[in-house]
């Protein structure tokens, strides 16, 4: 067995070539126009794993021509990977400029959507439904209370905004107004204080015929 020449022990035993090598002299070799890497005969005109030298990666939606790393028509090469700065949140007009939570990137611009137009301290909002800033940047409903069209809304059963929803005509600690309490021997009947508690009605039972 010739070391110089035995693809399978090329210069030393069980040392191998790749397949589209030839073994010289005791060294692989590839063939023309091809590098050698580690065991690959590569092309480093076009090989995205090994663009112009061993180990230069291009990105992964990128490619290699003429031993240069390359991205597709109207992206841009930030690091490794290719993107489009005039739609991407994360590279945004340049390279690593990152849109705030919630807005979006148009044109290399970061700019707050059409659902949450507003912005309130570095944060997209919809001054028409957000509970922390309804009708107003920082204007907050109270626990329980809900924001719609821009105000602080109650539902139909609690209808007074005091420090929650409440109902001022049964609420003994909102009893006719917010913070007016009654006493603990009192009840809240139509938003007044009184001593006789709430009297239920029973309907007539229908009589059988």
Partial sequence: MNLKTAQAH????NNACPTDATCLNGF????????????????????????????????ANGYCKDG??????NQTDCGNICVNLNTD???????GETCEFGSVCEEGQCICPWTAPTECDGFCVN?????LNCGACGNECPAGVECFGGDCTCPGVKPAICTGCVDLWTDPSNCGACDHQC??????IEGTCQF???RLIY???????
């Fill in 203 to 209: 309907p007539l039972a229908s009589s059988i015929t």
């Fill in 127 to 131: 001054l028409l439904s957000s509970e």
């Fill in 10 to 13: 090329c210069g030393q035993c």
């Fill in 28 to 59: 692989c070799s590839c063939s023309e126009d091809l590098n050698l890497c580690g065991t690959l005969c590569v092309d480093f005109q076009n090989s995205a794993s090994n663009c112009g030298s061993c180990g230069a990666q291009c990105p």
């Fill in 183 to 188: 006493d603990p021997s009192e009840y809240c």
């Fill in 196 to 198: 006789d508690p709430p």
């Fill in 89 to 95: 949140t994360l590279n945004c007009g340049t390279c």
């Fill in 68 to 73: 240069s790393c390359k991205c597709p028509e």
